[in-house]
T-cell receptor
Framework: AQKITQTQPGMFVQEKEAVTLDCTYD???????LFWYKQPSSGEMIFLIY??????QNATEGRYSLNFQKARKSANLVISASQLGDSAMYFC??????????????FGSGTQLTVLP | EAGVTQFPSHSVIEKGQTVTLRCDPI?????LYWYRRVMGKEIKFLLH????????ESGMPNNRFLAERTGGTYSTLKVQPAELEDSGVYFC??????????????FGPGTRLTVL
């Protein structure tokens, strides 16, 4: 079974609008972490935001926020006030195990976001 | 502080040849990971070093792949002999060994391997 599912292969958003990128996950481990990475066309993977399974509040980092719905096993990324530079591939990933366990990440298939001027 | 670096950025080889990829993690990061993305598919884990020891190599596809991390610093991933299905982007990532931290993995730019 897929552990990380990103159902949107491609998304378009108008500049300055908000966009939500979907991510659902599947794990039986009570401790886990969820990560979002951005991969621009240059190829590097840039860490954006993290949510721990026991975190009570949704994570926020600048224009990025994570809509964490634990019961639904979803961890959607919300980008507010989109900019042209946000055009990139976005990956959702999960680490199973507690924080600091340094275990491998399992990735979704990614969502290609295009911001339109 | 320098990020994770990988060399080469691109490699084009013929089937049956050998290729060695190199990864230099962020200084002080004990954890080093190799991942790869085959065209059109998800990024998949290959293996994980803690210092010079292989912590988890469950993702290594077969014995044509050999990873080393001598001295716990840089790592190499050798593919010998290369097959067509080995084409893809190979990513290296590193993280600090923290107790209870986010253990965010910092990724290198990847090596794009093309096997003809």
């Amino acid at each position: 079974a897929q552990k990380i599912t990103q159902t949107q292969p491609g998304m378009f958003v108008q500049e300055k609008e908000a966009v939500t990128l979907d991510c659902t996950y599947d794990t039986s481990d009570p401790s886990y972490g969820l990560f979002w990475y951005k991969q621009p066309s240059s190829g590097e993977m840039i860490f954006l935001i993290y949510q721990g399974s026991y975190d009570q509040q949704n994570a926020t980092e600048g224009r990025y926020s994570l809509n964490f719905q634990k019961a639904r096993k979803s961890a959607n990324l919300v980008i507010s006030a989109s900019q042209l530079g946000d055009s990139a591939m976005y990956f959702c990933a999960m680490r199973e195990g507690p924080s600091g366990s340094a275990r491998q990440l399992t990735f979704g298939s990614g969502t290609q976001l295009t911001v339109l001027p | 502080e320098a990020g994770v670096t990988q060399f080469p950025s691109h490699s084009v080889i013929e089937k049956g040849q050998t290729v060695t990829l190199r990864c230099d993690p962020i200084s002080g990061h004990d954890n080093l990971y190799w991942y790869r993305r085959v065209m059109g598919k998800e990024i998949k884990f290959l293996l994980h070093f803690v210092k010079e020891s292989k912590q988890d190599e469950s993702g290594m596809p077969n014995n044509r792949f050999l990873a080393e991390r001598t001295g716990g610093t840089y790592s190499t991933l050798k593919v010998q002999p290369a097959e067509l299905e080995d084409s893809g982007v190979y990513f290296c990532a590193s993280s600090q060994q923290l107790a209870g931290g986010i253990d965010e993995q910092f990724f290198g730019p990847g090596t794009r391997l093309t096997v003809l």
